[in-house]
């Protein structure tokens, strides 16, 4: 164990007899911290990608199903009386989109017939241009008809028309572009697509693939949401784990992701039952996640699948060899050389000719708990060695990490590092502020997932998640993380986990982000606001500190940023008076400037930031403060608070005037 702050006998015993802190930040000392420190996890729950980050607006566009979630109409509506049916063709758009939604023209009233989609719980319509595309089987001469109308009047705010090419026995794809005149007054609107009856050759025609897209980050095609991305890009991540836990694993051992399904052309994508509890498209697959990483500069963390599926089932020790390659030939697909590995050809033949760089791969996901206690034992005896043998075979310079971490009851083998995953109470994030201490340079450690999710005192996994992050949990959580920041030589880096929830459905309640159909909807919580101020003040090395006092209420790390600045960090949890800090980074002296953040919580120490209300319960104050004669820099900080310091200037090593001796 190592500590970076050292106390004399005198200071522990004054601890709890007053809240005046004294500090010394020392010139030369400390270690290096990780570059990775804060960063970002996607899991698809609670519709975080279909129909949330992913910005596809059509719900069950390609009719896809599973035995789990069977191929349904659900989502569409027929237009002036006409039939929809679900069909299963002998020549579908594809194998991996086997089923598609039939229009019987003949019979239906008199006007243009056809179908509208309800979204996802709605869609946005905003003057904007709107790309879309749709595939139809079927011979018909004349126009379709694209639009966007509100669901509640019928009023149409755009419409553009298509000039049909489809013919009989094959299938056509239409690519339009719409931009509606007017913007809707809310989200409850509908896309349409209606033709003449007149037109169709033979009593019906064929449609599948029925997309919708609105302006997208970055402009991509088939790309994410810009609210949400512009939310994920203010925290100032550096990293991405994905494509996330649970649906790494899948439910069975043949419903798991697979990456080679998720690549390519749309139509030969088939999705696949998610984990908790719909199917999704893959729509947002291994390219989309790696051009996320693209656009926000984020170092990818590669999970693959290690053989585990959430049922419990696991592959046997003869059968993992071919997992093994196959995750194998996820990263030569990621990183392989376009003219000469078969999977870099195929990255190249998909529009990403250049190689991606992937430095660290994740084996598995949380093997130590859908795995207990017969696959986790076989994590430990033959998967997880099997893995780290063949990947440092092949990939030698990627960082391996081990879905469980040392606090898990294993003994990693080198050279992988761990993951630790924490879903706690405030108070137990507060007492885990040194557990990270006892790391050493030999068992390095992600903090893949975390999250405060209950109350103090109470009702843990028996009781509900919290209805959305708190203040008090936020600061539990800031105290977790500043213990990591202090050993940040031995942590990869840290992620909020899960990361965004579509306000109409539940799976999980506590996420970093809520949003809904509608833009304005796009929540930031509480900890979203604790990770914006710890995230853009990073420490590339921490300094060793010399205290008065011990750890609590006042919890801290400190550190030079990259460019040589001083930087402070420190959450105040269970006091109930303000504490005075004196804070003095060797080099400084009298006049010299600091810029001090604190952010504050509501009375209620239960308060959240309410997507409905859109009432945000986090205070953020910023001030100049200016060293005293000393050279230190003096402030308060309330209860339940969070603070940085970062100083105007870098910190420059001065010679020692008198001997320091340290316990």
Same mark, same amino acid.
């Given at each position: 164990?190592?500590?970076?702050?050292?106390?004399?006998?005198?200071?522990?015993?004054?601890?709890?007899?007053?809240?005046?802190?004294?500090?010394?930040?020392?010139?030369?000392?400390?270690?290096?911290?990780?570059?990775?420190?804060?960063?970002?996890?996607?899991?698809?729950?609670?519709?975080?990608?279909?129909?949330?980050?992913?910005?596809?607006?059509?719900?069950?566009?390609?009719?896809?199903?599973?035995?789990?979630?069977?191929?349904?109409?659900?989502?569409?509506?027929?237009?002036?009386?006409?039939?929809?049916?679900?069909?299963?063709?002998?020549?579908?758009?594809?194998?991996?989109?086997?089923?598609?939604?039939?229009?019987?023209?003949?019979?239906?009233?008199?006007?243009?017939?056809?179908?509208? =989609?309800?979204? @996802?719980?709605?869609?946005?319509?905003?003057?904007?241009?709107?790309?879309?595309?749709?595939?139809?089987?079927?011979? @018909?001469?004349?126009?379709?008809?694209?639009?966007?109308?509100?669901?509640?009047?019928?009023?149409?705010?755009?419409?553009?028309?298509?000039?049909?090419?489809?013919?009989?026995?094959?299938?056509?794809?239409?690519?339009?572009?719409?931009?509606?005149?007017?913007?809707?007054?809310?989200?409850?609107?509908?896309?349409?697509?209606?033709?003449?009856?007149?037109?169709?050759?033979?009593?019906?025609?064929?449609?599948?693939?029925?997309?919708?897209?609105?302006?997208?980050?970055?402009?991509?095609?088939?790309?994410?949401?810009?609210?949400?991305?512009?939310?994920?890009?203010?925290?100032?991540?550096?990293?991405?784990?994905?494509?996330?836990?649970?649906?790494?694993?899948?439910?069975?051992?043949?419903?798991?992701?697979?990456?080679?399904?998720?690549?390519?052309?749309?139509?030969?994508?088939?999705?696949?039952?998610?984990?908790? !509890?719909?199917?999704?498209?893959?729509?947002?697959?291994?390219?989309?996640?790696?051009?996320?990483?693209?656009?926000? !500069?984020?170092?990818?963390?590669?999970?693959?699948?290690?053989?585990?599926?959430?049922?419990?089932?696991?592959?046997?020790?003869?059968?993992?060899?071919?997992?093994?390659?196959?995750?194998?030939?996820?990263?030569?697909?990621?990183?392989?050389?376009?003219?000469?590995?078969?999977?870099?050809?195929?990255?190249?033949?998909?529009?990403?000719?250049?190689?991606?760089?992937?430095?660290?791969?994740?084996?598995?996901?949380?093997?130590?708990?859908?795995?207990?206690?017969?696959?986790?034992?076989?994590?430990?005896?033959?998967?997880?060695?099997?893995?780290?043998?063949?990947?440092?075979?092949? @990939?030698?310079?990627?960082?391996?990490?081990?879905?469980?971490?040392?606090?898990?009851?294993?003994?990693?083998?080198?050279?992988?590092? !761990?993951?630790?995953?924490?879903?706690?109470?405030?108070?137990?994030?507060?007492?885990?502020?040194?557990?990270?201490?006892?790391?050493?340079?030999?068992?390095?450690?992600?903090?893949?997932?975390?999250?405060?999710?209950?109350? =103090?005192?109470?009702?843990?996994?028996?009781?509900?998640?919290?209805?959305?992050?708190?203040?008090?949990?936020?600061?539990?959580?800031?105290?977790?993380?500043?213990?990591?920041?202090? =050993?940040?030589?031995?942590?990869?880096?840290?992620?909020?986990?899960?990361?965004?929830?579509?306000?109409?459905?539940?799976?999980?309640?506590?996420?970093?982000?809520?949003?809904?159909?509608?833009?304005?909807?796009?929540?930031?919580?509480?900890?979203?606001?604790?990770?914006?101020?710890?995230?853009?003040?990073?420490?590339?090395?921490?300094?060793?500190?010399?205290?008065?006092?011990?750890?609590?209420?006042?919890?801290?790390?400190?550190?030079?940023?990259?460019?040589?600045?001083?930087?402070?960090?420190?959450?105040?949890?269970?006091?109930?008076?303000?504490?005075?800090?004196?804070?003095?980074?060797?080099? @400084?002296?009298?006049?010299?400037?600091?810029?001090?953040?604190?952010?504050?919580?509501?009375?209620?120490?239960?308060?959240?930031?309410?997507?409905?209300?859109?009432?945000?319960?986090?205070?953020?104050?910023?001030?100049?403060?200016?060293?005293?004669?000393?050279?230190?820099?003096?402030?308060?900080?309330?209860?339940?608070?969070?603070?940085?310091?970062?100083?105007?200037?870098?910190?420059?090593?001065?010679?020692?005037?008198?001997?320091?001796?340290?316990?």
């Amino acid at each position: 164990m190592r500590l970076l702050t050292t106390f004399t006998a005198a200071a522990l015993a004054l601890a709890s007899s007053c809240n005046a802190v004294n500090l010394v930040v020392k010139a030369s000392g400390g270690n290096s911290s990780s570059p990775l420190m804060y960063g970002l996890m996607h899991e698809d729950i609670s519709n975080g990608g279909d129909g949330g980050i992913y910005a596809e607006l059509i719900y069950n566009r390609a009719f896809q199903g599973s035995e789990e979630f069977p191929s349904s109409l659900n989502g569409w509506i027929p237009v002036n009386g006409v039939a929809l049916s679900l069909e299963k063709l002998a020549t579908p758009l594809s194998k991996a989109l086997p089923y598609s939604m039939n229009v019987a023209a003949a019979g239906s009233s008199p006007g243009k017939v056809g179908f509208a =989609n309800t979204g @996802y719980w709605g869609m946005d319509v905003k003057v904007q241009t709107y790309t879309g595309s749709f595939y139809v089987k079927g011979s @018909y001469e004349g126009s379709f008809t694209a639009s966007l109308q509100s669901n509640l009047t019928g009023e149409t705010f755009g419409s553009v028309d298509v000039v049909s090419q489809s013919v009989a026995g094959e299938w056509t794809q239409h690519n339009f572009t719409l931009v509606p005149e007017k913007a809707a007054p809310n989200s409850n609107n509908t896309f349409a697509v209606t033709f003449d009856p007149a037109g169709v050759k033979d009593a019906s025609l064929d449609f599948n693939l029925i997309s919708l897209f609105p302006p997208t980050y970055k402009n991509r095609p088939n790309g994410l949401r810009p609210d949400i991305m512009e939310a994920f890009a203010e925290l100032n991540p550096k990293f991405l784990r994905l494509p996330g836990g649970n649906m790494l694993e899948g439910n069975t051992q043949t419903t798991w992701w697979k990456w080679n399904e998720t690549i390519g052309p749309l139509k030969d994508r088939p999705g696949m039952p998610n984990v908790w !509890g719909y199917q999704i498209t893959y729509g947002m697959g291994l390219v989309e996640y790696m051009e996320w990483c693209e656009d926000l !500069g984020l170092e990818p963390i590669v999970a693959v699948w290690d053989g585990l599926s959430l049922d419990g089932n696991f592959t046997t020790q003869a059968e993992l060899g071919e997992w093994i390659q196959f995750a194998l030939d996820e990263i030569e697909f990621l990183t392989g050389d376009a003219a000469t590995t078969k999977w870099g050809a195929v990255r190249a033949s998909v529009g990403h000719p250049q190689p991606w760089s992937v430095k660290y791969v994740e084996i598995g996901n949380e093997d130590w708990l859908a795995g207990a206690p017969a696959a986790y034992e076989a994590y430990k005896q033959y998967r997880l060695p099997m893995f780290i043998d063949a990947f440092t075979q092949r @990939y030698p310079d990627i960082q391996l990490i081990s879905s469980s971490s040392v606090f898990d009851n294993i003994t990693i083998p080198e050279p992988a590092a !761990g993951d630790y995953h924490s879903y706690v109470e405030p108070d137990t994030f507060v007492a885990a502020f040194g557990m990270f201490d006892q790391l050493t340079a030999g068992n390095k450690t992600l903090i893949g997932e975390y999250a405060a999710v209950h109350p =103090n005192g109470g009702i843990g996994w028996n009781g509900d998640l919290m209805p959305f992050p708190w203040w008090e949990g936020a600061i539990g959580e800031a105290v977790f993380l500043l213990g990591a920041e202090r =050993n940040g030589d031995r942590i990869i880096g840290t992620t909020y986990a899960p990361s965004l929830r579509n306000m109409n459905r539940w799976q999980w309640s506590v996420t970093l982000l809520q949003f809904a159909a509608d833009p304005a909807l796009t929540t930031r919580s509480t900890s979203w606001y604790m990770l914006r101020l710890f995230g853009n003040h990073i420490i590339s090395k921490t300094l060793p500190v010399t205290s008065d006092t011990g750890f609590g209420p006042l919890y801290y790390v400190a550190g030079t940023s990259a460019k040589g600045t001083g930087i402070f960090k420190a959450a105040v949890y269970n006091t109930t008076e303000d504490v005075q800090v004196s804070l003095k980074f060797k080099g @400084y002296s009298k006049g010299a400037t600091a810029t001090l953040t604190v952010l504050t919580g509501p009375e209620n120490p239960y308060g959240y930031n309410d997507p409905l209300s859109h009432v945000n319960v986090v205070t953020e104050t910023t001030s100049t403060v200016t060293a005293g004669a000393d050279g230190s820099f003096r402030f308060s900080l309330p209860q339940l608070s969070v603070a940085v310091l970062e100083t105007d200037g870098a910190v420059k090593c001065r010679k020692k005037r008198r001997v320091e001796v340290e316990a």
